[in-house]
């Protein structure tokens, strides 16, 4: 049989403190503060490239969705750039240009772009007069290029005359 030993004689076994102490959470808050300031403005960029982006496609399926409208529906459709209301709205050719399409047709608009977003339409080279891009009832268009720029970053969205295909791409194409 085994013999206890009396409870004042027993080794108590403790067990290690467990948590951290303020040292080791000031050294970790210290260096999270310090990763913090440091990505904070690559997060800025990031987001700024990712809104221009977004914008940029929304023009570029705006573009596209033009050219099905007119073969549809067999007339002359217009992607019209609105610079005081930052948007691509699409407007057919005889709706006069300013006026508001009707409630039932303003789905066919992008949402406003970012303020500071430039846009810029040239057909063959020039800026375009009308501030849009043209698709006609046989399936082509102006041959246009939109250029959507913020601070550094940009985007060309290039329509084909023939095909009326849209294409994006990353940069402001060379000359």
């Known amino acids: 049989m ?22 080791e959470l000031s050294l970790v ?7 913090l300031a440091v990505l ?20 570029a399926h705006l573009l ?4 099905e409208r007119a073969v549809a529906e067999q007339a002359e459709i217009a992607a019209q750039w ?19 399409p ?12 970012p303020a500071g977003t430039d846009v810029k339409i040239e057909t063959d080279g020039q800026a375009a007069a009308c501030g849009c891009v043209r698709f006609f009832a046989d399936g082509t268009s102006e041959p246009s290029v939109v250029t959507v720029s ?11 005359a023939t095909t009326a295909q849209v294409s994006i791409q990353s940069g402001i194409p060379a000359r």
């Open 2 to 23: 085994k013999r206890l030993r009396p409870r004042s004689l027993r080794t108590r076994h403790r067990t290690p403190c467990s948590g951290f102490t303020l040292v």
């Open 29 to 35: 808050t210290t260096v999270l503060v310090i990763l």
């Open 40 to 59: 904070m403005p690559r997060f800025h960029d990031v987001t700024l490239r990712l809104r221009l982006e977004h914008s940029a496609f929304e023009i």
């Open 64 to 67: 596209r969705y033009s050219h």
């Open 82 to 100: 609105d610079a005081q209301q930052r948007k691509v709205r699409i407007v057919s050719a005889a709706q006069e240009p300013g006026t508001l």
């Open 102 to 113: 009707e409630p039932s047709q303003r789905f066919l608009q992008s949402r406003p772009l």
């Open 150 to 160: 913020l601070s550094s970053k940009a985007y060309t969205i290039s329509v084909n």
